[in-house]
């Protein structure tokens, strides 16, 4: 790889190799406050390289790579490398992580306790979790919760919250200050544009907090709330982790214990202001 | 020809967790988890305690859990999940 960005997320060490200059520029300049891996190690190499070696030059694409690789793994277009490598950074996450249970959530923290978001693309995780920020929660992450099996814990890994369509204005307009990435257009899931976490998320990313609500939030629907038995949220959470399996008996541990532990609620919300009132509401009855 | 006898999964090799209606049973050798509920949990709870017939099992879950109708097709119906799901043997 003639091209190397070396970054550390959270507890994760990722190592990006690249044939093109671009992806590699664009990710040093948006991850330029984070640290880099513990020791110079990374735990996984992320390799994007020319489809063919001609494509270099001719109608450039970026096909993924990594230790773990998924076959179907489509290539994108060069202009999308940004994208291809967050994507990749993601599956070699969700194929090759071991130490902890990985839950496909959006996690935000306030007074030393987490409110874990999850739920089918689209439900808004994203979303909420930016708009919460702006509300002065720290950002913990807006794909992956890291479950630490040992302690119960949830470990952060606040990568670039990857905001799509309709959200990009909206939290835009939530954030004046931020930082965004350049608007990605045309994606497989539209138009893409990635928040820089603000630096208390970065600052603290080695912070894990106690998980205390699971939120499985709907974007789209009339105002509801219905609580969740314990029985249901394992269902749903072993259907939103990526690799339950994996890790047999340990993440049968972790994900008990999540379960028995924290009171989980289903929300479904018209607009995101509705949302964000009635989550201020859950934390404030808990 | 004898009766069949019932064996539960040696105790090292399961991990039952009572959650609400429902009881997570992680398989140790297979790596599986199940989600069962009544009579499951109580059908493994008897035969944890050494094997057994269909009509004694039945006998035993009627005695302990007070059964309104215990019906042996159903008993059928429900080892049979079980042992699909090897989480029993019958021998």
Redesign the interface.
């Known amino acids: 790889m003639r091209h190397v960005f070396q970054v550390r997320i959270g507890p994760v060490g990722f190592r990006v190799g690249s044939d093109w200059r671009a992806p590699v520029a664009r990710l040093e300049d948006l991850y330029a406050a984070y640290p880099r891996p513990e020791d110079g190690i990374p735990d996984f190499t992320v390799r994007l390289f020319a489809a063919r070696p001609w494509r270099r030059w001719l109608r450039p694409s970026v096909t993924l790579g990594g230790d773990f690789v998924l076959p179907e793994a489509a290539p994108l277009p060069l202009s999308q490398g940004l994208l291809a490598a967050e994507m990749a950074m993601n599956l070699q996450m969700a194929l090759g992580q071991r130490r902890y249970l990985l839950l496909h959530a959006s996690t935000v923290e306030r007074d030393g306790r987490a409110l874990l978001m999850t739920g089918l693309s689209g439900a808004g995780k994203s979303t909420l979790a930016a708009l919460l920020a702006a509300r002065g929660w720290r950002l913990m992450g807006d794909e992956f919760a890291l479950v630490d099996p040992e302690t119960g814990r949830v470990h952060a890994f606040p990568r670039l919250v990857s905001l799509k369509n309709g959200a990009i204005p909206i939290v835009r307009a939530a954030l004046p200050d931020a930082r965004f990435g350049p608007l990605i257009a045309g994606t497989p899931k539209g138009d893409i544009r990635h928040l820089v976490p603000d630096a208390a998320a970065i600052a603290r990313m080695d912070q894990p907090a106690e998980p205390a609500l699971i939120l499985f939030p709907r974007f789209g629907f009339a105002p509801a709330r219905r609580p969740l038995g314990p029985s249901e949220v394992f269902v749903r959470l072993t259907q939103a982790s990526t690799n339950y399996v994996a890790l047999g008996e340990r993440g049968f541990d972790a994900l008990t214990r999540l379960v028995r532990e924290v009171p989980a609620r289903a929300i479904d919300y018209p607009d995101a202001e509705a949302a964000i009132a009635e989550v201020e509401a859950l934390w404030a009855g808990l | 020809m004898a009766e069949r006898l019932f064996h539960a999964e040696p105790a090292e090799a399961l991990?039952i967790?009572p959650?609400?209606?429902?009881t997570?049973v992680?398989h140790?050798p297979s790596?599986l988890?199940h989600?069962v509920t009544a009579p499951a949990p109580e059908i493994l709870a008897i035969l944890a305690g050494g094997p057994r017939t269909r009509d004694a099992l039945l006998q035993r879950l009627a005695e302990a859990y007070d059964l309104a109708d215990p019906s042996p097709e159903a008993l059928d119906a429900r080892l049979a999940e079980l042992v699909a799901a090897g989480l029993v043997r019958a021998a």
């Open positions: 991990r967790v959650l609400d209606d429902f997570l992680f140790r790596g988890t989600l």
